[in-house]
């Protein structure tokens, strides 16, 4: 059973308007969450992150939001770039003994339109 | 430069033929895990290592092995390596404490063929 859930394997956002990226989690254990990005024959690389305490955070053009009563997260991108083009991984984890590790959602492909 | 390093980047072989894939960090990072991507089915981990000599299985461990003998390196074996095992591998690392791990760094990838 997928734990973590992205529904929408590709997204088109024209240059310059919001892309916003969801993520659906079923463990209510996860209580840290993260994004990450990969471009084709990369490894995926650190994007932003968020705990559970808090229920938004920023970085520059970058900001998530968590709604944690809906198990759910949103990655927003504003304005939206053609070097943000890539795929992009929702991650979660949970706190405690022997939690060690993360568990991926299965991507999202964004397509930034110039 | 902070990084993981994993060898070989490409790699063709052929049913039963045992084989290795390095991972290598200079970070000092307790964490290590190994994950494959195939299409629509995302990031799947492995096999993961909490420190030296502390291994322990992912979602799909079946038809691979790990050791852990240094905290810098931490490499996957292919014993006789079959075609499902066709795939991406990325190797990862992290600092980890109080039970969270905090933003994993990954390797470049490794295409495996196996014909």
């Known amino acids: 059973d997928q734990q973590v859930k992205q529904n929408s394997p590709s997204l088109s956002v024209q240059e310059g308007r919001i892309s916003i990226l969801n993520c659906d989690y079923t463990n209510s254990m996860f209580d840290y969450f993260l994004w990450y990005k990969k471009y084709p024959a990369e490894g995926p690389t650190f994007l932003i992150s968020?705990?559970?305490?808090?229920d938004k955070n920023e970085d520059g053009r970058f900001t998530v939001f968590l709604n944690k009563s809906a198990k759910h997260l949103s990655l927003h991108i504003v304005p939206s770039q053609p070097g943000d083009s890539a795929v992009y991984f929702c991650?979660?984890?949970?706190?405690?003994?022997?939690?060690?590790?993360?568990?991926f959602g299965k991507g999202t492909k964004l397509s930034v339109i110039p | 430069e902070a990084q993981v390093t994993q060898n070989p980047r490409y790699l063709i072989t052929v049913t039963g033929k045992k084989l290795t894939v390095t991972c290598s960090q200079n970070?000092?990072?307790?964490?290590m895990s190994w994950y494959r991507q195939d299409p629509g089915l995302g990031l799947r981990q492995i096999y993961y290592s909490m420190n030296v000599e502390v291994t322990d299985k992912g979602d799909v461990p079946e038809g691979y092995k790990v050791s852990r003998k240094e905290k810098r390196n931490f490499p996957l074996i292919l014993e006789s390596p079959s075609p499902n095992q066709t795939s991406l591998y990325f190797c990862a690392s992290s600092l980890s404490s109080g039970g969270y791990v905090y933003g994993y760094t990954f390797g470049s990838g490794t295409r495996l063929t196996v014909v």
């Open positions: 991650a979660a984890s949970a706190s405690g003994a022997g939690s060690y590790q993360l568990t």
């Open positions: 968020i705990s559970s305490i808090k």
């Open positions: 970070m000092n990072h307790e964490y």
